[in-house]
């Protein structure tokens, strides 16, 4: 939808600047930016940004030290993505009871500051009772207190709110680059055990999908997609069966394993062939 | 080795099971690891060891790596008795059985090729032949596997012409044999020379160079029949005779106008046409791979080199341009890859240029390496050389990566012909 806004704008910005008046063109032009600035506002608001494409370097990706998932940042990542696991559903309550006392916490504050607020206004109605205006001046400021405590009571939610937001981030990448570290080991050892046909050309792909179970092993190998040359699709398929199992994914944290490699999709794309 | 790997890490929006693809842009290519196991024959010795022909035949193609019969564990014959683990131990890739059997006279070759990685069956041939035919049993399986397994077809059940020099030049021989030098029969013998013989492509002709007449004349000869047609008498130069790829014309030089020009001669007709024109050394034709143009050697810039001519507009090309020697070429089935006599630091070597970038390799590092003939996959090349002072034939793969030497003949060697399918 962005994509297509953007397009008739350029497709009419060029007609609008080679016309002699410029007056209904920079009309055109101002409505459809503003269109544009609105879909991309709506655009971003309602697609949440799912899709990661990570090109890392080799070196980057050997370079990374595995970290395994700390039950917290699991909590955090909890509220967008379902994963079974029991430790996070704990951690999820936990969390949740922390929210539901501190939100007590500061129900107990507001309910003191008004107290004191009604007190106060108690107290100045018996000191000035003829002084209405007085009064009424007292009222005023009760209500710009209470706003004020509101006020600060709703920007300590939207600062934790943001907090927990951050550590969610924070965990998906960190996850990511430990899912890296891992693809780059994969990759580099089917690697070593392709061995492609003389008739392997240099812009046949090949897709495979594998199954694994958490030692690493491989336990199926099925083409998904066909290069058209059956000895460069079974050289692939070999090369898997050759390596037989991934033994460095045996240590990989079970969440990782369930997120990202229980089921994957190996693509072969041969770049270093002569022809 | 230098290992870079492209990686992408793609996830698919919105579903719990993430979806990762690994892209994989490097590989090693290595031979592949066969095993011919001694083919099942229940008669009594045989002429010719099939398993050990068709052994021989994947590791001359450079492609793969058979296992010695003394490394086998066991000696199977049939599917069930075939343990997948043991031959994987081994490094197995593929597995060749066979069974030779005698029936109605014939000798029957039924042959199986087991994926050991991928634990099954991927091919089932039956071939039979008589007792002559038992080497061609061999080379038709070994063209079966190597297709199946390399994605190219076979040139195993080929064939080449030579010519053989003997008692220091006092005989010389038309040969032919089997592409692996075996079965060599004698097409003709003659006190005077013989010279660049080459292929119809139908395969059931030579044309070649005789100097039987007193002067260099071009003959037609019959494979089958031995029958004989004189196809040239002119004063001066007749030589290197080649087959137009439909088979209706021959490319070759003629000096009767005073030097080497390329003409082509229509067969049916018998009509000659000048192809080319100048007072250079135009010499060494061969066909375009679609037959409308001719490549030739001409030291028309003073050094020889290569040059292309467009048969109906005339129009020439030239195509190399590295060194100061490029000779005899041939095109590859391809059309992608040159062939030809290279001289490099002042040596001839057989080298391959690309036709579209114009990169030349070294393909032999031999001394006086000459006569370049492609097999008809385009995956191999014979050429004749000298080796201990002999003219021997040897061949390379066109990326260089095997080479080996054939069968030494009696004399000297030279002047191969690889022939096309037939």
């Known amino acids: 939808m962005t994509v297509s806004a953007v397009s008739a704008r350029s497709s009419i910005s060029p007609s609008a600047s080679a016309g002699g008046s410029y007056g209904w063109p920079i009309a055109i032009s101002l409505a459809l930016h503003a269109c544009v600035l609105a879909a991309v506002a709506w655009g971003w608001e309602s697609a949440p940004v799912d899709t990661h494409k990570v090109t890392p370097r080799y070196v980057e990706a050997k370079l990374v030290t595995m970290k395994p998932k700390s039950s917290k940042p699991a909590a955090a990542k909890k509220k967008v993505r379902t994963i079974d696991l029991a430790a996070k559903k704990r951690e999820q309550q936990r969390q949740k009871d922390q929210r539901i006392k501190k939100q007590r916490k500061q129900q107990q504050a507001k309910d003191a500051a008004a107290r004191k607020a009604k007190k106060l206004a108690q107290e100045q109605a018996i000191a000035a009772e003829e002084r209405l205006a007085a009064e009424r001046l007292a009222q005023k400021k009760l209500a710009e207190q209470q706003r004020e405590v509101d006020n600060k009571r709703q920007r300590q939610e939207a600062f934790a709110d943001a907090l927990a937001a951050e550590d969610e981030l924070l965990l998906a990448e960190q996850d990511e680059v430990a899912a890296q570290s891992y693809v780059a080991n994969i990759a580099q050892a089917i690697g070593r055990n392709w061995s492609r046909p003389p008739s392997a050309r240099r812009g046949m792909t090949c897709e495979l999908q594998l199954q694994l179970i958490p030692t690493g092993e491989v336990v199926s190998v099925s083409v998904s997609k066909g290069s058209g040359n059956g000895a460069f699709d079974r050289s692939a398929e070999q090369a898997v069966k050759k390596l037989g199992r991934f033994e460095f994914l045996a240590d990989m944290p079970p969440a990782l394993f369930e997120r990202y490699f229980r089921q994957f999709t190996l693509l072969f794309d041969p770049q270093d062939l002569r022809l | ?422």
């Not at chain 2, 564990?73 to 060749?96: C, K, M, N, S």
Request: charged share 20%; no cysteine.
């Open chain 2, 1 to 422: 080795m230098r290992v870079v790997f492209i990686l992408v890490l793609l996830l698919t929006a919105g579903v719990t099971r993430a979806e990762l693809t690994i892209e994989i842009t490097q590989g090693v290519d290595n031979p592949t690891a066969i095993a011919v196991v001694p083919f099942g024959w229940q008669g009594g010795a045989l002429a010719e060891d099939l398993a050990a022909i068709i052994s021989q035949d994947l590791r001359r193609s450079g492609q793969f790596s058979p296992l010695a019969n003394k490394d086998m564990l066991a000696f199977p014959h049939q599917q069930a008795d075939v343990y997948y683990r043991d031959w994987r131990i081994l490094g197995t890739e593929f597995l060749l059985l066979g069974n030779l059997e005698f029936v109605d006279e014939r000798y029957q070759l039924t042959f199986e090729l087991y994926d050991v990685l991928l634990q099954k069956k991927v091919l089932r041939q039956t071939v039979d032949g008589d007792e002559a035919q038992l080497r061609d049993l061999a080379h038709f399986a070994s063209d079966k596997v190597y297709e199946l397994i390399t994605g190219i077809r076979g040139a195993f059940s080929t064939q080449m012409l030579y010519i053989e020099a003997l008692g220091g030049n006092k005989l010389y021989r038309l040969m032919l044999a089997d592409a692996d030098g075996a079965r060599e029969k004698m097409l003709l013998e003659s006190k005077q020379p013989l010279m660049s013989p080459s292929w119809s492509p139908d395969g059931t002709s030579v044309a070649y160079v005789s100097f039987e007449t007193g002067r260099p004349a071009i003959f037609r000869q019959e494979i089958a029949t031995a029958e004989r047609q004189q196809l040239t008498n002119f004063r001066g130069l007749n030589g290197a005779p080649v087959w137009s790829p439909d088979g209706t014309q021959l490319a070759l030089v003629l000096s009767k106008d005073g030097n080497p020009e390329i003409y082509t001669l229509d067969l049916a007709s018998g009509v000659f046409k000048r192809v080319t024109k100048h007072f250079a050394i135009d010499t060494e034709p061969s066909w375009t791979i679609d037959g409308k143009g001719i490549v030739f050697t001409s030291d028309r810039g003073g050094k020889p080199q290569i040059y292309q001519v467009t048969l109906a507009s005339g129009r020439v090309e030239r195509l190399t341009f590295e060194g100061d020697y490029n000779a005899r070429a041939r095109i590859s089935p391809d059309g992608k890859s040159l062939v030809m006599v290279h001289r490099y630091n002042g040596v001839f070597h057989i080298a391959a240029q690309d036709m579209a970038s114009g990169d030349i390799r070294v393909l032999t590092e031999t001394h006086l390496d000459e006569s370049p003939s492609i097999a008809p996959n385009g995956a191999m090349l014979m050429y004749a050389t000298k080796y201990q002072g002999k003219g021997i034939l040897a061949a390379v793969s066109l990326d260089a990566g095997v080479k080996f030497r054939l069968p030494s003949k009696s004399g000297d060697v030279r002047e191969p012909s690889w022939s096309p399918y037939y």
